[in-house]
Structures are given as C-alpha cells and as structure tokens.
C-alpha cells in the first residue's frame, strides 16, 4: 500500500501549460504502475493516462493524447502530467492513482491507492 499526494493544480488560460506532480511514499515505488484520472463536475472519474513501472510504456486516452505526457522518476517517488494546450474541457479534479502491478492500469477498480486530488481550472 501506497501513500499519494497530488500538487500543482491551479487557473490557467486556454492554450496554456500546467504540470501537476504525485508524491508517492510507503512501499517500493518502482514496483506500482502510476495513473492519472480526472473527474469533471457532474461526470464520472475518467482516465487520462498511465505509466508502468520502469516507466518505458505509457498510455493516454484519446481525449489527451498528443497534448498530455505522463513521466515519473523512481529516484524521487515522484509521478508527474505535463499538461499542454489546456482546453476549458480539461477543467477537473486530477487523481493520481496506483497499482502493484507491473503494466498500465486503466480501471479505477483495479487501482487500490489514491490521493485527494488536485483541481485544474483552464478559463479565460
């Protein structure tokens, strides 16, 4: 089991940049697959993107998928999303999320430990 705790959320502008971070502590990090999932108001949590545990596969839903990038570093327990060309849609909680568990993981069911979440806003 897993400790998490999000950082970096904040107002951006349409078109603009943002990098949110996932402190993670308690068991071996390098053994967790790490996922970012976002829930909008009035919608269900959605993922957005996942790293396995070596970090050299990644995985994003269609919806961010050329703008978002997914990263960690095991020295640092530490999972990032660098979130590029913001649109107001993107505006969410962003959960990050993990797994003991060698490949991505997609499926909030399969993802035992999560932090609180960090809010995104991109408006004008």
């Known amino acids: 089991q897993v400790h998490l705790v999000e950082s970096g959320g904040g107002l951006v502008q349409p078109g603009g940049s943002l990098r949110i971070s996932c402190a993670v502590s308690?068991?071996?990090?390098?053994?967790?697959?790490i996922s970012w999932f976002r829930q909008a108001p009035g919608k269900g949590r959605e993922f957005v993107a996942g790293?396995?545990?070596?970090?050299?596969?990644?995985y994003y839903s269609d919806s961010v998928k050329g703008r978002f990038t997914i990263s960690r570093d095991n020295a640092k327990n530490m999972g990032y999303l660098q979130m590029s060309s913001l649109k107001p849609e993107d505006t969410a909680v962003y959960y990050c999320?993990?797994?003991?568990?060698?490949?991505?993981?997609?499926?909030?069911?399969?993802?035992?430990?999560w932090g609180q979440g960090t809010q995104v806003t991109v408006s004008a």
């Open positions: 999320a993990a797994a003991r568990a060698p490949g991505i993981v997609d499926k909030p069911t399969q993802l035992p430990d």
């Open positions: 790293i396995n545990r070596s970090g050299s596969v990644t």
């Open positions: 308690g068991d071996m990090f390098r053994a967790y697959a």
